[in-house]
């Protein structure tokens, strides 16, 4: 089992630019989730999907963010326009229902 | 939002001896979680409470929830080096789970 997996690692785009961000979850966990994580603010919930369907967006700063879940083995989390202060860690997670979440490597985001 | 808040914030131990980490938090709970995170990676999931337990041993984890109290402890007996890292509690429930903001916990050898 590979884990939940996550690209890029690192992402430096300039400000206004498209950012898209992928994850993979693990293969049987019906769950997502799109985590932030910032010094200031510390882990957010951003979204999460059930059974690939959004179920709670409240979490998503404002309509620049938009995530899909086209299928059960992929997740997108795109920033358009991206802003210097979307600057960030993101992280995916999975997880079977109310078990543990697995977490991804992340994504470094800077946003110059 | 946060849930839940951990205590202290920051923590440095000898090496061998235990570290004690607190967290309280908010609302009612389905279950609650402990994370680490070694710096620049992921969080790893280390143990999960249900809210009609008391108390929890995992290795050299040991995890007590006083819902009465809303606030559970994290014990890590016979400290390494390697348990340098920081630990989050989550709390899961309404179907999501929230992480508090943390102890960043340093082992001196």
């Known amino acids: 089992d590979a884990g939940v997996i996550q690209s890029p690692r690192h992402e430096v785009t300039e400000m206004g630019q498209e950012v898209t961000l992928r994850c993979k979850p693990i293969?049987?966990?019906?769950?997502l989730f799109w985590y932030r994580q910032t010094m200031m603010r510390g882990l957010e919930l951003l979204i999460y999907?059930?059974?690939?369907?959004?179920?709670?967006d409240s979490g998503m700063p404002e309509d620049r963010f938009s995530a899909k879940m086209p299928n059960a083995s992929f997740s997108t989390l795109k920033i358009q326009p991206s802003e210097p202060r979307d600057s960030a860690v993101y992280f995916c997670?999975?997880?079977?229902?109310?078990?543990?979440?697995?977490f991804g490597s992340g994504t470094r985001l800077t946003v110059v | 939002s946060q849930q839940g808040e951990e205590d202290p914030q920051a923590l440095s131990i000898q090496e061998g001896e235990n570290a004690t980490m607190n967290c309280s938090y908010k609302?009612?709970?389905?279950?609650l979680q402990w994370y680490r995170q070694n710096s620049g990676r992921g969080l790893v999931h280390l143990i999960l409470?249900?809210?009609?337990?008391r108390e929890k041993h995992s290795g050299r984890l040991r995890v007590t929830l006083d819902t009465s109290k809303k606030s559970s402890s994290l014990l890590i007996t016979a400290s390494r080096a390697a348990d340098t890292a920081s630990y989050f509690c989550?709390?899961?429930?309404?179907?999501?789970?929230?992480f508090g903001t943390g102890t960043r916990l340093t082992i001196i050898p």
């Open positions: 609302t009612s709970i389905n279950n």
């Open positions: 989550a709390t899961f429930g309404n179907e999501k789970l929230t």
């Open positions: 293969s049987g966990h019906n769950s």
């Open positions: 999907f059930n059974n690939n369907v959004p179920i709670d």
């Open positions: 997670a999975s997880s079977p229902d109310l078990g543990g979440y697995t």
């Open positions: 409470i249900r809210s009609n337990e």
